[in-house]
Antibody
């Protein structure tokens, strides 16, 4: 299984951060997995952002829920993250990962997103 | 602040055993999973469930749990085990996931 994040590396404050995770070697339509976003600010720890299931059910970190949307594109075997009204505090390495039942057994390499004008 | 608490740093002599702990109320009813992260790399799953290891993870890595504390044990630590280690489990509501703050392991 391979996951690969893609998207802009620089986003302006107050704008929207959009990232896509392309999955190969597994189907995002599989009932066995939850497709997850995790982030890590520079020099800090990991933060669970949220996930989407094969059926489109989502769970979001309560601290991000009001600004966050995770969506699924089964035709492209991708899932995406959209975070609105970003600030410098949203600057981080963003990882996509596969949740196989409360554990993350496959990760993307991560993509650095910087929020700056 | 995280609902899972880890010591910020521990050190271990080469070849000795180190226990990395993760405390949280949710651990009384949920397993923790453990991740190793080396600088500039994505985290790697090392232990999950009731002491299970993914393929390719050395058997010197093991997990245990008691009450509100989950532990990752490295028996016979090697130089390549020097890394940050994170635990993960459900939060107190049971509806979301949360990571511990991470423990930096130094192999002396």
């Amino acid at each position: 299984v391979q996951l690969r994040e893609s998207g802009p590396g620089l986003v302006k404050p107050s704008e929207t951060l959009s990232l896509t995770c392309t999955v190969s070697g597994a189907s995002v339509s599989s009932r066995s997995y939850y497709w997850t976003w995790i982030r890590q600010p520079p020099g800090k720890g990991l933060e669970w952002i949220g996930y989407i299931s094969y059926s489109g059910i989502t769970k979001y970190n309560p601290s991000l829920r009001s600004r966050l949307t995770i969506s699924l594109d089964t035709s492209r075997n991708q899932f995406s993250l959209r975070l609105t009204s970003v600030t410098a505090a949203d600057s981080a390495v963003y990882y996509c990962a596969r949740d196989s039942g409360y554990y993350f057994d496959s990760w993307g390499q991560g993509t650095l997103v910087t929020v700056s004008s | 602040s995280s609902e899972l608490t880890q010591d910020p740093a521990v050190s271990v002599a080469l070849g000795q055993t180190v226990r990395i702990t993760c405390q949280g109320d949710s651990l009384r009813s949920s397993y923790a999973s453990w991740y190793q992260q080396k600088p500039g790399q994505a985290p790697v799953l090392v232990v999950f469930g009731k002491n299970k290891r993914p393929s390719g993870i050395p058997d010197r890595f093991s997990g245990s749990s008691s009450g509100n504390t989950a532990s990752l044990i490295i028996t016979g630590a090697q130089a390549e085990d020097e890394a940050d280690y994170y635990c993960n489990s459900r939060d107190s509501s049971g509806n979301h996931l949360v990571f511990g703050g991470g423990t930096k392991v130094t192999v002396l």
